[in-house]
């Protein structure tokens, strides 16, 4: 935990095309954080769209944000843009050099893997690009958030909050979390046990698969000349 004292700059990506909820549901969690600064970053201080449309506005661009304490990386389908872009790159790499802590929800782990930042690293990513990880040296582990040190890893989409509620408590203890969770009333209930392959039922999985087949095979196709570029063995795959 860090002494409550200690204020914290805590930063955020944003790009076109990025899941909402992968910024959004941690915003939720960080915003909260006691004595802290919460800000949102991008190329350009231009609104973006979420994969959905949803439009969002960066807080300043990514040549004026400070040295981060906190590093969260968002996915969605536009991080496949992202992942040869040699600016987002060499910023991601340079927050993290000086980061306390690292977040990254869904497929934002594969940005941390194009930055180089995955070798030897225990991690998790949305199910649909899972299989790719090994492709930047990480340890797939097939859990909703896993830690690895001061980095936290969640699994897709939704399970940003509970990643972030993990990093809210390493960063200002645990009733610090729980208050947080309190006051959003976080206590989920699905109508539907169907939020992971492993309990969706077959046809509903293999409709969910078909629906990212086209976007998982350009990501596979990426991952691999990202392996390629950093001297990773991708044979495994």
């Not at 040699?86 to 000086?98: F, N």
Request: hydrophobic share 45%; glycine share 10%; aromatic share 6%.
């Amino acid at each position: 935990m860090i002494p409550p004292e200690t204020h914290l700059q805590i930063g955020s990506l944003l790009f076109d095309g990025l899941d909402q909820i992968d910024l959004t549901g941690p915003f939720e969690v960080l915003s909260r954080i006691p004595n802290a600064t919460y800000r949102v970053y991008a190329k350009t201080t231009t609104p973006v769209r979420d994969v959905k449309g949803l439009q969002l506005t960066p807080d300043a661009t990514l040549v004026e944000a400070p040295r981060l304490d906190v590093l969260h990386v968002p996915g969605g389908f536009g991080q496949e843009a992202m992942m040869e872009d040699e600016e987002i790159l060499a910023w991601i790499e340079r927050q993290v050099a000086g980061a306390g802590h690292v977040f990254s929800v869904c497929t934002g782990a594969l940005l941390l893997g194009a930055a180089g930042l995955l070798r030897g690293r225990r991690a998790t990513t949305h199910w649909a690009s899972f299989h790719l990880l090994p492709l930047f040296g990480a340890i797939p582990v097939n859990e909703r958030v896993v830690v690895d040190g001061n980095w936290v890893f969640a699994a897709g989409v939704t399970a940003g909050i509970d990643g972030a509620l993990r990093l809210a408590a390493e960063l200002r203890g645990d009733d610090v979390a729980r208050a947080i969770q309190l006051y959003m009333q976080y206590a989920p209930e699905p109508p539907f046990d169907s939020g992971t392959p492993e309990r969706a039922a077959g046809p509903i999985l293999d409709q969910a698969k078909r629906a990212v087949a086209a976007i998982t095979a350009q990501r596979e196709a990426t991952a691999r000349r990202v392996a390629a570029r950093l001297g990773i063995a991708a044979s495994n795959l």
